[in-house]
């Protein structure tokens, strides 16, 4: 069974349609992805499961229960953790600060064993762990969020373009670890502009035009797919 | 050649500014009385008026680190804190001749219902007056504020009629309690320090540690980040205009004691100085906001005692623009904001 169910979401900035009825599902245990250019809405796609930007019309359903309209605090008390696009770090505070609060909403007491978790992932952040955010270089800031998400014990990881702006030897570092979080167990459903990465990670994949989706496959089929080549893999 | 002229400029030229005052008119006391006296205790006397502007000023900049408006309500919501804590302890029957143990319990209930009224005051006019124009252009809840602010002024009026009301005197605060190398201690002072020290460390180490503080710090920085912690940001929003309005609710009855006169336009005159205040220190920054409020009683204080009260005003806000020209952000604030 599918643990996230996106049908036919249309969701809206003020009076401007960005998503004109997406579907796709998430199952346990998968890394699937979304690719699309600019503009074609994959994260108001994630905005949307998060309960930022929620949709008017249509469901989210996550492990059964519809989640379309509920407040992102309680979508994140559901499991459901984001690491945005452009990374929002808390600049100003540290990094151990920053994993702390991913981990905000946490009573348990395995919150400092998760952090080591992290750090084991990325021990870049264990060097860097009284530094500002805000001082750190745009991979380690990626670096910080994808783990202030992991923070949060994340039934499923969402993850908004973790390639941006990073030198091509730190993403393919990003990539091992994300492939990693996986194999530990965390479903992923990852939004990417560079196709190439997020296809050789992923087992599934959509294709988002202009909010739509405009093509549904498995990641090895859409990397044969010509028209997934010439518009989205440079060939 | 000239970068350096100017780095020594922004950085000395800011305490050089800060110290003109004292400095001339420490001279001037030695010259005519052979010690530091007088000074001293205009220094000590705008430290404790400046400890109730810093309580104000503590409200302006908590609300502004976390959504970027001017509550110019605020000060209003103080001068309701004055009215409500001398309406209250006429209330509950403290006067000139009630004992030391009753007056200090008394004045303790006192505290804590100006403090839950304004707290809860400044919670009400954020859902009524901000919340609903959160997506609205930034001048729509400016507007808003300048409305509150004017409304809670005609409450005030109709409250305690146009002009300044004297109360009683509870706390006989111009008694001077003892003397220190020269520097006389009133009652007035001590109640000034004994409110505004807890109460900002109380605060400070709210914000730093407590998860709700943690929460306030997270907001303020990124607020769409904060939602996708987990953060509720209505609930820590609301929680910020408590805190403010308990603040100034606090700094309202430590006002009425201080003064012994109150009026509806107290909290528009206090109101503007804590802002100044808050500009003054960094506007965000807590610890920026208690330090202006230092200053601007100290500057208050010896233009007051040393050239006139009628130049206060003038005096103040000439600080204000030379501080600012020399640091744009404030004293404390941060050089920049990050983006988003
Ligand atoms: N805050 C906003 N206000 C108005 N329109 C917006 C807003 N954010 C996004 N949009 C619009 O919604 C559409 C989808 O945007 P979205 O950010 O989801 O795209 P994306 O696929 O993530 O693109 P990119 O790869 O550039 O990040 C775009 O047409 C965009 O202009
Ligand atoms: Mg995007």
């Known amino acids: 069974m599918a643990i996230l169910e996106v049908r036919d979401i249309h969701t809206y900035y003020g009076n401007i349609q960005a998503l004109k009825g997406v579907t796709l599902e998430v199952e346990e245990g998968e890394i699937v992805t979304l690719i699309g250019s600019n503009g074609a809405g994959k994260s108001t796609t994630l905005r949307s499961i998060s309960g930022l930007t929620p949709p008017r019309e249509g ?23 984001q690491s945005p696009e452009g990374r929002h770090c808390f600049q100003r505070m540290t990094v151990r600060e920053n994993l702390e609060l991913g981990a905000y909403l946490r009573r348990d007491r395995q919150v400092a064993e998760d952090m080591e978790r992290v750090f084991d992932l990325f021990p870049r952040l264990k060097e860097r762990e009284r530094q500002k955010a805000g001082t750190m270089s745009g991979g380690e800031q990626q670096m910080l ?3 202030r998400a992991l923070m949060g014990r994340p039934r499923l990881l969402l993850l908004d373009e973790p390639s941006m702006g990073i030198a091509p030897i730190l993403v393919e570092r990003i990539y091992e670890t994300i492939a990693e979080i996986n194999r530990q167990g965390t479903t992923i459903l990852l939004v990417e502009q560079n196709a190439n990465y997020a296809l050789g990670v992923s087992h599934r994949g959509y294709v988002l035009e202009t909010g739509t989706v405009a093509l549904a496959d498995a990641s090895d089929r859409l990397r044969e797919n010509p028209d997934v080549q010439r518009a989205y893999l440079g060939a | 050649m000239g970068a350096t002229v100017q780095e020594l400029l922004s950085k000395y030229g800011l305490i050089a500014l800060l110290l003109v005052l ?13 010690n530091l006296a007088g000074i001293a205790n205009n220094l000590f006397d705008g430290l404790s008026n400046g400890a109730i502007i810093a309580l104000i000023a503590v409200g302006y900049t908590l609300v502004y680190g976390i959504i970027e408006l001017i509550n110019f309500a605020h000060g209003e919501v103080f001068m309701i804190g004055s009215f409500t804590a001398v309406a209250f302890w006429g209330l509950i029957g403290l006067g000139l001749g009630s004992s030391v143990i009753g007056l200090v319990l008394g004045l303790l209930l006192t505290l804590l219902v100006a403090m839950a009224t304004c707290g809860g005051m400044n919670v009400m006019i954020e859902r009524v007056a901000y919340r609903p124009l959160r997506g609205a252009p930034k001048l729509a809840p400016l507007i808003t504020a300048v409305g509150m602010s004017f409304i809670l002024q005609n409450v005030g009026l109709l409250w305690l009629g146009g002009s300044p009301k004297s109360v009683d005197d509870l706390i006989r605060a111009q008694d001077d309690l003892f003397t220190v190398i020269g520097i006389n201690v009133s009652r007035a002072d001590l109640l000034a320090f004994a409110v505004t020290v807890p109460l900002v460390v109380l605060l400070t180490l709210f914000v730093t540690r407590a998860r709700l503080g943690k929460a306030m710090r997270a907001t303020a920085q990124d607020p769409e980040a904060a939602r996708l912690m987990g953060i509720n940001v209505d609930t820590t929003i609301s929680l910020t205009f408590l805190i403010g309005g308990m603040m100034a609710g606090a700094a309202g009855l430590t006002y009425a004691l201080y003064q012994t006169t109150i009026w509806f336009f107290q909290g ?7 802002f100044t205040a808050a500009v003054m220190g960094g506007i965000g920054n807590l610890r920026g906001a208690v330090l202006g409020g230092l200053i601007i009683g100290c500057i208050q204080q010896i233009s007051d005692n040393r050239i006139s009260p009628s130049w206060t005003p003038a005096i103040v806000f000439a600080y204000l623009i030379l501080i600012m020209v020399f640091r744009p952000q404030g004293l404390l604030g941060e050089e920049t904001r990050e983006a988003g």
Do not use: K, T
Not at chain 1, 62 to 81: C, S, T, W, Y
């Open chain 1, 59 to 81: 469901s989210i359903v996550f492990r059964g229960q519809d989640i379309a309209f509920m407040p992102p605090q309680e979508i994140v008390r559901l499991g459901i953790l």
């Open chain 1, 145 to 147: 969020a994808i783990g």
């Open chain 2, 22 to 34: 004292p400095v001339v008119y420490g001279i001037q006391d030695l010259r005519d009385d052979g």
């Open chain 2, 268 to 274: 528009f005159q206090a109101g503007l100085l804590a």
